[in-house]
């Protein structure tokens, strides 16, 4: 069993950032793959990035692409989020997860290639 756990979440006006932490703890793997998703109230839950943790290979969501950066620092066993230039339309909960052996970012985009989540981290963007 991997343990997963977010923090960094907060509240921030448009224009700024904050960076998401996950680290994980319990079974490893020798390779595997993490992601961040994210889901708005009466909304279902969507990507936003992955990486490989091996490589550090990494794809984005269309609506992400060029504000956040998705990252790992393998020695803590944590990944990491940075948002910047937060719009409102970014305000949700953020979820990481992880998925064992090895995969391409570009095809981890529905919530089921994951094996384990965290619990979530709200993020509020305001106007």
């Known amino acids: 069993q991997v343990h997963l756990v977010e923090s960094g979440g907060g509240s921030v006006q448009a224009g700024g950032s904050l960076r998401l932490s996950c680290t994980a703890s319990g079974r490893t793997y020798s390779s595997y793959a993490m992601g961040w998703f994210r889901q708005a109230p009466g909304k279902e839950r969507e990507f936003v990035a992955a990486?490989?943790?091996?490589?550090?290979?990494?794809y984005y969501a269309d609506s992400v692409k060029g504000r956040f950066t998705i990252s790992r620092d393998v020695a803590k066993n944590t990944l990491y989020l940075q948002m910047n230039s937060l719009k409102p339309e970014d305000t949700a909960v953020y979820y990481c997860?992880?998925?064992?052996?090895?995969?391409?970012?570009?095809?981890?985009?529905?919530?089921?290639?994951?094996?384990?989540w965290g619990q979530g981290t709200q993020v509020t963007v305001s106007s």
């Open positions: 997860a992880a998925r064992a052996g090895v995969s391409i970012p570009a095809l981890l985009l529905l919530p089921h290639e994951y094996d384990y």
């Open positions: 990486i490989t943790w091996i490589g550090g290979i990494t």
